[in-house]
């Protein structure tokens, strides 16, 4: 009896330390922005929408990716972190009625990066969405970017989990561009004015916390019936 209670005390004084080293769980992060458009040509309300998009509409913009996603770039200073396409996951701007969404037929082409304090280039947050869901036979393309010439807005190059601070960047800019069959772009751009996360990843102390809970309930059952 002796030799069970202390292998038990053992195995949960393991096993409370494991939980406590703080080993990543992938959970999906979802971040909201929201902008006002700057810049909509008239060629491009004629050809691609029903709905016209001017100059002082706001749009919305909703994503979501994995906490844990992989660097893909090997530089220090650069991030790119691929994120998953499928249900649930990837981007939908709203504006006017209508919503641009990132095809879940497509993986791999669709990313966030970061950059901080690249010799060649200014700070930046970046969401790219090379492939989206096609708008009336067209394909769209979105991208948004928030760039900081005194490279101190992010502060590494690894996946944030929480929203960028608006206040540290210089630009922020957004676009929606439509491809059309003969490969010809139009697009309206904006900027972005407002960023948070809708749904954010718990604290480490979290995990601990009902993980030792359900610990050490369910080694106090075990020796009751011991």
């Not at 810049?39 to 909703?62: E, L, R």
């Not at 530089?75 to 396409?85: C, D, E, I, K």
């Not at 760039?147 to 960047?169: G, R």
Request: net charge neutral; glycine share 8%; with cysteine.
């Amino acid at each position: 009896m002796r030799l069970r209670s202390c292998l038990l005390t053992a195995l949960g004084a393991a096993l409370v330390a494991l939980i406590a080293q703080g080993t990543a769980v992938a959970v999906p992060v979802t971040m909201q922005f929201t902008g006002v458009v700057t810049s909509a040509p008239d060629s491009f309300n004629a050809a691609q929408f029903a709905n016209p998009i001017t100059t002082g509409m706001t749009f919305t913009g909703v994503y979501t990716f994995e906490s844990t996603l992989p660097d893909t770039n090997p530089s220090a200073t650069v991030g790119q972190y691929r994120y998953t396409t499928g249900p649930g996951f990837g981007l939908t701007t709203t504006i006017n009625g209508m919503q641009f969404q990132t095809a879940t037929n497509v993986a791999g082409l669709n990313r966030i990066e970061v950059i901080h304090a690249d010799p060649f280039n200014a700070d930046r947050y970046a969401l790219e969405n090379f492939r989206n869901l096609t708008h009336n036979g067209f394909n769209v393309v979105q991208r948004l970017f928030l760039l900081d010439s005194t490279k101190t807005a992010n502060a590494d190059a690894s996946l944030p989990v929480t929203a960028p601070n608006l206040a540290l960047f210089g630009s922020k800019f957004f676009t929606v561009a439509i491809e059309d069959l003969d490969e010809n772009f139009n697009s309206f751009s904006g900027t972005i004015t407002s960023f948070s996360v809708v749904t954010a990843v718990p604290e480490a102390s979290a995990f601990l916390a009902v993980g030792s809970v359900g610990l050490l309930t369910g080694l106090w059952r075990f020796r009751r019936r011991a």
